[in-house]
């Protein structure tokens, strides 16, 4: 089965997702520069989301293109991260427009944790349709990032009960951590 | 006439369809958690809608894989099925807003069966177009998941009017039988 | 110059304009029927619409379909196509939400005269780039059904202050006359 | 790494940009030609937007067809230059809704400048790749245009200060130095 539409369909599903978030920054009645300023924080949760959703797109990017093959499993696993991703605009503007209140910032953190989960049986699913011994399979490897970001966004969650900049910070590490995404796959792919 | 553009114009439309919904996810304004109550019906049936759009984009995909060229019917046929997808977002976020009221639980029905008539219509003219000995006519076969669905979906919109969980339950179980939709199509194409 | 992206920035345009337009029936509040009264002439002002984008997706898709290049007048002529085309959301709903009022009726019929006239530069632009002995040039031929289409909706405009329903039923007059839109291009291409 | 995902992600955000900003055209409650008139404002700041997204979809276009591969360092690139695009709608709301006023319309000089610097970055990460010698990179050239633009952007943002129509009169040159966007890149084409 080609992986063409699964491609097409991703990319407009997360090119709507990193759009529509915009309609969350509400036009301002006013037009001083006053009236920009309630709109920090909505345009600074704006930005992390923005990042996050580039990253999903680039190792989606990624990992399909290594990919030779899809079924019915991988379109399952791929809707699945959908849907989790579609929750981003959302949680986004709850988060902005609370100004980074405890519970939206922990909200935001586990809908960017089953993201995560999301991605990961993703990635489960197109290793088992190519084999242990595949390129795709020895690239994405041990996953050593992933589990880290588990980590770091269950830690992010919990440490929003002390204080939510906190988890919010820790969200940022690892977008930072996922930034260069690609390192791990292209290398394989040059190597062979 | 090719068919990648009929796949690129409704890959599209369904993309937009299953991301718009979220814009019905209306952010709340307080920041706890208690504020994301009220959303959990119009939550619970955005997982619906989107587990139904993400079916028909996986059917569409596989009935469209095993075409081999469309025409005018064809194209018709499929905007007619568009049309239809495109009042899910409505009619999902008329039913979770009013927590699963009995006249917006059997209007979902409605528009989901009309959407099987949609997609019943573009396999036939899909069909006559390839002729009744192609692949993909073998493939379709004799429907019977198609008219299953179709006697369900009447029996749950009837039901509404004596409680609209049942109806709302008898949607849930046709979306679990296309579930796994690709068997049939894929079965054919592999004993080939 | 390749004409795939025009096409793919154009069905991109058209999907998201297709279904934009369904963000306008507001939901109601009420959960029984009545409550959908108020929403039917914005239901039926939705259908014409849907049909006109269907019809104008449709023809761009055979006419760029015999177009063998592009060019930078092309490119143009299609983004200002796609200006006149991105209105028929806004119009849609103010004709569907004043009830078929003379102004909003007039003024739907001005936007859909002046993406007839955007269609019209832009065949004009596409014959020009592959000569008037094309197969393009010869499938357009004279374009009757344009020029009958342009009468029609001036006919159209001007008659709404009599009375707006002639107005729209002359609009729905022209979408019935492009509804089979392949005819002309596909025959000359059969007999090739 | 293949560049038809690159292209099919930011055709999608493209598209969506140039549509949703219809949105910000509120349909107005009265049925006459005097509810219009509050529009007008909102609709040039909607039709000098429209040509902008134009201009950069067909540059990058433009650009992306000269190029023949690209990299995890030109992916970022075009993900940053999609950010400062995607708050285009915002700004041009904010524009049109507040007539032109001193402080949104240098705002709105200030994304455009900043969507042309991510432009410009792109282009650099394009070379390097390509190499000073390829042809992208003699096409590219000095980039004069890029140069102009940048002052015209920066004189008009501080004249906005003095008065806001000198400001947007400016933008509006520069969106008439690139209608015709592709002659540089075109014609070294043509000459190999």
């Given at each position: 089965?080609?992986?063409?539409?699964?491609?097409?369909?991703?990319?407009?599903?997360?090119?709507?997702?990193?759009?529509i978030m915009v309609l969350e920054?509400?036009?301002?009645?006013?037009?001083?520069?006053?009236?920009?300023?309630?709109?920090?924080?909505?345009?600074?949760?704006?930005?992390?989301?923005?990042?996050?959703?580039?990253?999903?797109?680039?190792?989606?990017?990624?990992?399909?293109?290594?990919?030779?093959?899809?079924?019915?499993?991988v379109l399952w696993a791929n809707?699945?991260?959908?849907?989790?991703?579609?929750?981003?605009?959302?949680?986004?503007?709850?988060?902005?427009?609370?100004?980074?209140?405890?519970?939206?910032?922990?909200?935001?953190?586990?809908?960017l944790l089953m993201c995560s989960?999301?991605?990961?049986?993703?990635?489960?699913?197109?290793?088992?349709?190519?084999?242990?011994?595949?390129?795709?399979?020895?690239?994405?490897?041990?996953?050593?990032?992933?589990?880290?970001?588990?980590?770091?966004?269950?830690?992010?969650?919990?440490?929003?009960?002390?204080?939510?900049?906190?988890?919010?910070?820790?969200?940022?590490?690892?977008?930072?951590?996922?930034?260069?995404?690609?390192?791990?796959?292209?290398?394989?792919?040059?190597?062979?």
């Open positions: 089965m080609g992986k063409g539409r699964l491609e097409a369909f991703s990319d407009g599903v997360l090119a709507i997702i990193i759009t920054l509400k036009v301002p009645h006013e037009s001083d520069w006053e009236a920009l300023r309630p709109l920090i924080p909505v345009f600074i949760s704006y930005i992390l989301s923005f990042v996050y959703v580039g990253i999903y797109w680039n190792n989606h990017h990624h990992m399909l293109h290594a990919s030779k093959h899809v079924n019915g499993t809707t699945h991260l959908l849907f989790w991703l579609s929750l981003i605009p959302f949680t986004t503007a709850w988060m902005g427009e609370n100004h980074f209140a405890m519970v939206p910032v922990a909200f935001y953190g586990i809908v989960i999301g991605y990961y049986f993703l990635s489960v699913s197109l290793k088992k349709l190519h084999g242990e011994d595949s390129t795709l399979a020895q690239a994405i490897g041990n996953d050593r990032k992933g589990i880290l970001s588990t980590v770091i966004y269950m830690l992010g969650i919990g440490l929003c009960f002390i204080h939510p900049y906190i988890g919010f910070g820790l969200y940022t590490v690892v977008a930072a951590i996922w930034f260069v995404p690609d390192s791990r796959i292209e290398k394989k792919l040059h190597h062979e």
